[in-house]
C-alpha cells in the first residue's frame, strides 16, 4: 500500500497524458449499531459518492509513463490493470452521508462516513469494472429519540466494499455495491463493549466521468 501511494505521488510530478475524472453520485441505504442493544437496528437513508482520477491500463503501461516510474516500482506497475488516485482534498469529503431513518420506530441515525485510503484484494477492468477493497472505516454517527438528548458516536473499523461499476471509459455509468465494516465505537452507557459496532449500507451511484490531461 505504501508503494502505491509513493507511486501515486510520484505519477502526479510532471508529461502529459489522457486521464478520467470519474465523479458519483446516488441514494444508499444502512444502519450503524451494535448488535446486543435493544430494539430494532436504525435504518437510514443517504447519499453516497466517489471522485476519483482514473488511468487506463494502456496509458500506465505506455513508454512515456513507465519511464518515470522508479525502478523498484515499475514490476508493480506493470501488474496493474489501471491506477486509481484520489487527492488528498478529496479524502476529506466523507464517502457515505447518512440523513434520514426510515424506521419509526427506531432511534434517528444520522452521520457521515470516510475511507480515506483503499487496498484493492480483487480487481478486474473488464467486461465490468468490479473490485473488492479494503479500507479503514472513519466515522461519526448521531442517534437521537424523542424527549432524549441525541447521543453522538465517533467509529473507527476496518471495511469491506464490493462494487459492481459499468466501464470507466463510457461518459456516463452506473455503480453498484456496498460496505461491511466492523469496529468500535465510543459508546453510550448501557451497552455491551465487548460486541464490535457493525456498519453495513448499500447504494447506487450515477457515475458522470470527464477526459482530462494529467501531468506526470
Not at 79 to 105: G, I, R
Request: hydrophobic share 45%.
Amino acid at each position: 500500500m505504501l508503494g502505491l501511494l509513493a507511486l501515486s505521488t510520484t505519477l502526479g510530478l510532471a508529461a502529459k497524458v489522457p486521464a478520467v475524472i470519474n465523479i458519483g453520485i446516488g441514494p444508499t441505504i444502512g444502519t450503524v449499531m451494535n448488535p446486543s442493544a435493544a430494539g430494532p437496528a436504525p435504518l437510514s437513508v443517504g447519499v453516497a459518492l466517489r471522485a476519483e482520477g482514473w488511468v487506463g491500463g494502456k496509458t500506465l503501461h505506455s513508454k512515456k509513463v513507465m519511464k518515470r516510474v522508479p525502478r523498484k516500482y515499475r514490476g508493480m506497475v506493470r501488474q496493474m490493470d489501471d491506477l486509481h488516485v484520489v487527492p488528498l482534498p478529496v479524502m476529506l469529503v466523507p464517502d457515505t452521508v447518512f440523513v434520514a431513518s426510515v424506521k419509526p420506530e427506531a432511534p434517528t441515525m444520522r452521520g457521515a462516513g470516510w475511507t480515506p485510503v483503499s487496498l484493492y484484494l480483487a480487481h478486474k477492468v473488464k467486461p465490468m469494472h468490479t473490485s473488492l477493497a479494503a479500507s479503514p472505516r472513519l466515522g461519526w454517527v448521531q442517534y437521537s429519540e424523542e424527549e432524549a438528548d441525541p447521543v453522538n458516536l465517533g467509529w473507527l473499523g476496518i471495511d469491506l466494499s464490493p462494487e459492481v461499476q459499468s466501464p470507466i471509459k463510457k461518459k456516463v455509468g452506473v455503480a453498484v455495491g456496498g460496505n461491511a465494516a466492523a469496529g468500535f465505537a465510543t459508546e453510550p452507557v448501557g451497552l455491551d463493549e465487548t460486541l464490535p459496532w457493525l456498519w453495513l449500507d448499500g447504494y447506487v451511484r450515477l457515475q458522470l466521468r470527464f477526459d482530462y490531461t494529467a501531468d506526470i
